[in-house]
T-cell receptor, first 113, second 116 residues
Framework: GDSVTQMEGPVTLSEEAFLTINCTYT??????LFWYVQYPGEGLQLLLK?????DKGSNKGFEATYRKETTSFHLEKGSVQVSDSAVYFC????????????FGKGTMLLVSP | GAVVSQHPSRVICKSGTSVKIECRSL??????MFWYRQFPKQSLMLMAT?????????EQGVEKDKFLINHASLTLSTLTVTSAHPEDSSFYIC????????????FGQGTRLTVV
């Protein structure tokens, strides 16, 4: 079945460091790929998405490129801030749009000043 | 983005009792709602999908008589954990979308259920 694997956390970084959170997937067909972020005490929010191979999703300084050849969708940010501390979830959907999401386990990011 | 409010955020109940969790869409019509469960250090697992006015569709392995889902209006869905046991302790999170508008799904804050 469909699955998403992302690196275990917590990932601990100093402010302004470079961030990479790895995400790989297995799926039938051609999935859409997503990154969601959950700030403390809040629900999940869509951070960025990509719907086809080689698409790059970007938002708030975060980027991820849909790599079909490596079945990956790694999340990157060039310079993290303390306010980026949150749990990040990689997800895929093989149905149209956002109908059914398969999530990774989530990666906690802790950024210190 | 649109707001989905989930209540309560935390609940502790005694074994054998039932607990109701509410999920409300505050500024859009939630034609479809999803209920997820997350065990510590695990993925969010889809439990069921409900369309307004219809019976919920449960994922394989989810007991529909234990996890009662009601989606009677376009702004409210409820999940009732009946005869709760300690193994039902988990983090439950809902999401809602307007299928007709083909929007993304917006998530509630989640509910931490502890059964003692």
């Amino acid at each position: 079945g469909d699955s998403v694997t992302q690196m275990e956390g917590p990932v601990t970084l100093s402010e302004e460091a470079f961030l990479t959170i790895n995400c790989t997937y297995t799926a039938t067909g051609y999935p859409s790929l997503f990154w969601y972020v959950q700030y403390p005490g809040e629900g999940l929010q869509l951070l960025l998405k990509a719907t086809k191979a080689d698409d790059k999703g970007s938002n708030k300084g975060f980027e991820a490129t849909y790599r079909k050849e490596t079945t990956s969708f790694h999340l990157e940010k060039g310079s993290v801030q303390v306010s980026d501390s949150a749990v990040y979830f990689c997800a895929l959907s093989v149905n149209s749009g956002y109908s059914t999401l398969t999530f990774g386990k989530g990666t906690m990011l802790l950024v210190s000043p | 983005g649109a707001v989905v409010s989930q209540h309560p955020s935390r609940v502790i109940c005694k074994s054998g009792t039932s607990v109701k969790i509410e999920c409300r869409s505050l500024d859009f019509q939630a034609t479809t709602m999803f209920w997820y469960r997350q065990f510590p250090k695990q993925s969010l697992m889809l439990m069921a999908t409900s369309n307004e006015g219809s019976k919920a569709t449960y994922e394989q392995g989810v007991e529909k008589d234990k996890f009662l889902i009601n989606h009677a209006s376009l702004t409210l869905s409820t999940l009732t954990v009946t005869s709760a046991h300690p193994e039902d302790s988990s983090f439950y999170i809902c999401s809602a979308r307007d299928r007709a508008a083909n929007t993304e799904a917006f998530f509630g804050q989640g509910t931490r259920l502890t059964v003692v």
